[in-house]
């Protein structure tokens, strides 16, 4: 066989081990979530194989700048050193390094075991059983072998695509061609042609679910909501999301039970993709709704920026509502019909054309009215919600000058004026829990017990609710080389305190996190449930409310939520 000639079946590359088992070793640390065997054997496969690449390309460079070197060694290799040395030698190396790598893998397994059942106490919950973890090596050789097996596809047939062009060009130039193009190719399939049918495919399944209705859900009777008698929006034109949420308000004897008082039906207005043909059509109709529920002579009016689906969270919104026996007015608007995750890659600017235009058009109206007239502006979004709802603004000040108060839940790391804000810390404040400017306007809380009293807290009130756990928070492409500053600081309470930085690893670790973070238990990952009453209390509480009502209210929400749940 010739030399250099790859085969899908052939030897391993002895750096390429060596790598291979180092990443293995480290993909086995722990990250913000507690990982189930299965997923901590994929991700051990993709940085398998990660390390592999890194492995063979480090090996193929050292061999290339000792080639002085092993000229000098001619001689002895006609006389046979050099043949006798590949033969043994390297059996010899791979030997030893494939017996120092199973049994650091396996002293790192035990240890890895160790660190994700020590994640979950934190979370509040079991540990699992440590013999389901044996299963990880296997999972992470499949994974490693399938992405080593269509690696050496694409080598082979770059090679076998040089073959041919040398035939008119220069060896070198051949290669250098057929390996770009190749890659070139493998991209477009990949990036262009394979990556354009599955979103069409999956724009039209999310299509599909946007046109249907859940179950339990009706046209609301209440001619204070979107969708229900009178309304300029119909019930049909709002989506999935946008129909659970108009039919989801409280009801007045509901919200009159809770406060012990007469209540106000709640003006809800929302208007979905089918409502309108563009975000600014879609504004300004929700805006002429908003008139004619008389939602301008509320006590408060809360402009909510939606998730990709167009979802708004139940508690945020039945929260104001209680608090103020719905003396309230929310209002907000579909953008997309896609998950946040698919949203935030192909429909980002849409996200921020949507939280602009919403903010803008209802402020608009807003401000024209009498000053001593107005209801309580705040804005609300949550995850990708969060992202659109802050675009809005250019800064702090505009913040205060144009709301009374604002809540971002759950932010992206992507999302400019967080990360402005978060960059900008006051001196000795931690990235997980920055102070702002002294908290003067924006305060970033990991739960509402970080956020003052309202009585020491003037004007407009801004917060960040971020856990040190939510993924969706801290994962950003510069984990792949860069070192964050929540891994170089004390670590949130929810996160280990041994977690550490490792390029490449700690990446592919943090986006499965993003995964599963719904999955976390309340109060860690990207569940806020619970967390969100407490913090309106914080930012816009009725006069007379207090801590008692606070915890009574996150009860109620609690029970509803369950309820929902089970039926």
Same mark, same amino acid.
């Given at each position: 066989m010739r030399e250099g000639r790859v085969r899908l079946g052939g030897a391993l590359d002895t750096a390429g081990i060596l790598f291979a088992a180092i990443f293995f070793c480290l993909s086995l640390t722990p990250s913000l979530l507690p990982r189930s065997w299965p997923l901590q054997g994929i991700i051990a496969g993709v940085l398998t194989a990660t390390g592999y690449l890194a492995g063979v390309t480090a090996g193929a460079l050292a061999r290339r700048s000792a080639?002085?070197?092993?000229?000098? #060694?001619?001689?002895?290799?006609? &006389?046979?050193?050099?043949?006798?040395?590949?033969?043994?030698?390297?059996?010899?190396?791979?030997?030893?390094?494939?017996?120092?790598?199973? *049994?650091?893998?396996?002293?790192?397994?035990?240890?890895?075991?160790?660190?994700?059942?020590?994640? #979950? $106490?934190?979370?509040?919950?079991?540990? $699992?059983?440590?013999?389901? #973890?044996?299963?990880?090596?296997?999972? &992470?050789?499949?994974?490693?072998?399938?992405?080593?097996?269509?690696?050496?596809?694409?080598?082979?047939?770059?090679?076998?695509? *040089?073959?041919?062009?040398?035939?008119?060009?220069?060896?070198?130039? &051949?290669?250098?061609?057929?390996?770009?193009?190749?890659?070139?190719?493998?991209?477009?399939?990949?990036?262009?042609? /394979?990556?354009?049918?599955?979103?069409?495919?999956?724009?039209?399944?999310?299509?599909?679910?946007?046109?249907?209705?859940? $179950? *339990?859900?009706?046209?609301?009777?209440?001619?204070?909501?979107? *969708?229900?008698?009178?309304? /300029?929006?119909?019930?049909?034109?709002?989506?999935?999301?946008?129909?659970?949420?108009?039919?989801?308000?409280?009801?007045v004897g509901e919200l009159s039970g809770f406060t012990g008082r007469p209540a106000l039906p709640p003006v809800r207005v929302y208007a979905g993709l089918d409502s309108a043909a563009t975000a600014r059509e879609r504004a300004a109709l929700a805006v002429r709704e908003l008139d004619r529920t008389g939602a301008f002579r509320r006590a408060v009016l809360c402009v909510i920026t939606t998730t990709g689906t167009g979802w708004v969270d139940p508690q945020a919104a039945a929260a104001l509502e209680f608090m103020y026996g719905g003396d309230t007015a929310l209002v907000s608007m579909q953008y997309s019909y896609l998950p946040s995750w698919l949203s935030f890659l192909v429909d980002r600017e849409r996200v921020t054309a949507a939280g602009r235009e919403l903010f803008g058009q209802v402020y608009a109206r807003w401000s024209r009215l009498p000053a001593g007239h107005r209801p309580r502006l705040l804005v609300f979004g949550e995850s990708l919600g969060a992202f659109g709802a802050e675009s809005a603004f250019r800064d702090d000040r505009d913040l205060r000058e144009r709301t009374d108060g604002a809540l971002f839940v759950g932010p992206p790391d992507s999302s400019p004026l967080w990360r402005r804000f978060v960059d900008g810390r006051d001196p000795g404040s931690r990235e997980v829990l920055p102070v702002y400017r002294d908290g003067e306007t924006v305060r970033f809380a990991n739960g509402p017990e970080d956020l003052p009293a309202p009585a020491s807290w003037d004007g407009s009130r801004v917060v960040y609710l971020q856990h040190p756990s939510d993924p969706i928070v801290w994962w950003t492409p510069r984990l792949v080389l860069g070192r964050p500053d929540w891994l170089e600081e004390r670590r949130g309470d929810d996160v280990l305190p041994w977690i550490r930085w490792y390029p490449f690893v700690t990446f592919w670790q943090v986006t499965a996190d993003l995964v599963f973070s719904l999955d976390a238990p309340p109060g860690h990952g990207h569940d806020y449930d619970g967390e969100v009453a407490a913090a309106w209390a914080r930012i816009a509480p009725p006069a007379g409310w207090d801590d008692a009502r606070t915890t009574a209210l996150t009860t109620l929400l609690s029970r509803s939520e369950a309820g929902s749940a089970g039926q």
């Open positions: 080639a002085p070197v092993v000229r000098r #060694y001619a001689e002895a290799r006609r &006389a046979g050193w050099r043949e006798g040395w590949r033969r043994t030698g390297r059996r010899r190396v791979r030997r030893l390094v494939a017996t120092f790598g199973c *049994g650091l893998g396996a002293a790192s397994l035990v240890l890895g075991v160790r660190a994700q059942r020590a994640i #979950y $106490p934190l979370m509040g919950l079991r540990p $699992p059983e440590r013999l389901g #973890y044996l299963g990880v090596p296997f999972v &992470a050789a499949a994974v490693f072998l399938l992405l080593l097996a269509a690696a050496r596809a694409l080598r082979i047939a770059a090679r076998a695509l *040089g073959g041919v062009l040398g035939r008119w060009i220069p060896a070198t130039a &051949a290669r250098l061609a057929a390996t770009l193009g190749v890659g070139v190719l493998a991209v477009l399939l990949t990036d262009g042609i /394979l990556t354009e049918a599955l979103l069409r495919g999956a724009d039209t399944s999310f299509a599909a679910i946007n046109s249907e209705t859940a $179950p *339990g859900t009706s046209r609301p009777r209440s001619a204070a909501v979107s *969708g229900g008698p009178s309304s /300029l929006v119909s019930f049909a034109s709002l989506g999935l999301e946008g129909r659970a949420f108009v039919a989801g308000a409280p009801t």
